[in-house]
């Protein structure tokens, strides 16, 4: 398989739906003055002039914005309690047509479900995106199966779609002892759908209904990783939900404490490879 050169890039989902630019500035700015990240996948929340503001303050800190995370769609594949959040975070979020226009010149993510309707279909038929990425959204093995479908399907209609794997929705079903032991098969999993998933959603967050268990991974399971996936995609997004009241808001104190955990978190995503 051909290697290569793979994107580190940070969402902005770690400040919350009422956070600033001036918030993740604070956290991230050294990552991206040392190299660390490359880009951000910016939470597409309404309103549109929020979002041409968080760009702008990235720009002036030599901070790429290279794609938007909009809508999910699927509120009932998930778990009842994650889909009702998820059907009150997407009423703040904008879909594809809303972007389309306003951001022409960058990159779209949806999860599957999203993409699957009709009427969005034969918009973005028409309308041509510059990159497409569809996350994995159901849960386990079938949601890879329905994201490989839904990008052969696209890409049929001259669509730029690649696969965005999010590791948290492939192993949610999966406790976390299963997902130590089993972590060798995994990653072949994984190895044999990288000619559908350019891209690896990474959760290390603290909202556990949605973030991978970073602090039980071993270093040799990241090193694994590392290894194995990290020189055959184009990108990685390290998400990173906080929880609670984390998912709305930021305050002093839990920025403090998040740029702490950032900092244990990414020093050892380094010394394994991955970052």
């Given at each position: 398989m051909?290697r290569?050169?793979?994107?580190k890039l940070?969402s902005t989902?770690?400040?919350?739906w009422?956070?600033n630019?001036?918030q993740?500035?604070d956290?991230y700015?050294?990552?991206?003055k040392?190299?660390?990240?490359?880009?951000?996948?910016?939470?597409?929340?309404k309103?549109k002039?929020?979002?041409?503001d968080f760009i702008?303050v990235?720009?002036?800190n030599?901070?790429?914005t290279?794609?938007f995370?909009?809508k999910?769609?699927?509120?009932?594949?998930?778990?009842a309690?994650?889909?009702?959040?998820?059907?009150?975070?997407?009423?703040f979020?904008?879909g594809?047509?809303?972007?389309?226009r306003?951001f022409?010149?960058?990159?779209?993510?949806?999860?599957?479900?999203?993409?699957?309707?009709?009427d969005?279909?034969?918009?973005i038929?028409?309308?041509k995106?510059k990159?497409l990425?569809?996350?994995n959204?159901?849960y386990?093995?079938?949601?890879?199966?329905?994201?490989?479908?839904l990008i052969?399907e696209?890409?049929k209609s001259?669509?730029?779609?690649h696969?965005?794997?999010?590791?948290?929705?492939?192993?949610a079903n999966?406790s976390?002892?299963?997902m130590?032991?089993?972590?060798?098969?995994?990653?072949?999993?994984?190895e044999?759908?990288?000619?559908?998933?350019s891209?690896v959603?990474f959760?290390?967050?603290t909202?556990?209904?949605?973030?991978?268990?970073?602090?039980d991974?071993?270093?040799e399971?990241?090193?694994?990783?590392?290894?194995?996936?990290?020189?055959?995609?184009?990108r990685i997004?390290?998400e990173?939900?906080?929880?609670?009241?984390?998912?709305?808001?930021?305050t002093?104190?839990?920025l403090?404490k998040?740029?702490?955990?950032?900092?244990?978190?990414?020093s050892?995503?380094?010394k394994?490879?991955?970052l």
């Amino acid at each position: 398989m051909k290697r290569k050169k793979c994107l580190k890039l940070i969402s902005t989902d770690s400040i919350g739906w009422l956070g600033n630019p001036r918030q993740f500035i604070d956290l991230y700015k050294d990552y991206f003055k040392n190299g660390t990240f490359d880009g951000v996948e910016m939470i597409a929340f309404k309103p549109k002039g929020r979002l041409k503001d968080f760009i702008s303050v990235f720009k002036k800190n030599n901070i790429p914005t290279i794609s938007f995370h909009g809508k999910t769609g699927g509120e009932n594949r998930l778990p009842a309690k994650y889909g009702i959040i998820m059907t009150i975070v997407n009423s703040f979020i904008f879909g594809i047509k809303e972007l389309d226009r306003n951001f022409k010149d960058k990159e779209f993510l949806f999860h599957t479900p999203y993409l699957e309707n009709e009427d969005i279909k034969k918009f973005i038929f028409k309308n041509k995106p510059k990159k497409l990425w569809i996350e994995n959204h159901t849960y386990g093995k079938k949601g890879i199966e329905e994201t490989i479908k839904l990008i052969s399907e696209y890409r049929k209609s001259g669509i730029n779609a690649h696969g965005m794997l999010d590791l948290f929705h492939l192993l949610a079903n999966t406790s976390t002892s299963e997902m130590i032991d089993n972590w060798s098969k995994t990653i072949g999993d994984i190895e044999g759908y990288l000619g559908w998933f350019s891209g690896v959603h990474f959760p290390i967050g603290t909202r556990i209904d949605d973030s991978l268990p970073i602090d039980d991974m071993t270093d040799e399971m990241l090193k694994l990783f590392a290894k194995k996936i990290i020189p055959y995609i184009e990108r990685i997004v390290f998400e990173n939900q906080q929880k609670n009241l984390g998912l709305i808001f930021s305050t002093k104190s839990m920025l403090k404490k998040q740029k702490e955990r950032n900092w244990t978190n990414f020093s050892r995503l380094k010394k394994a490879g991955i970052l």
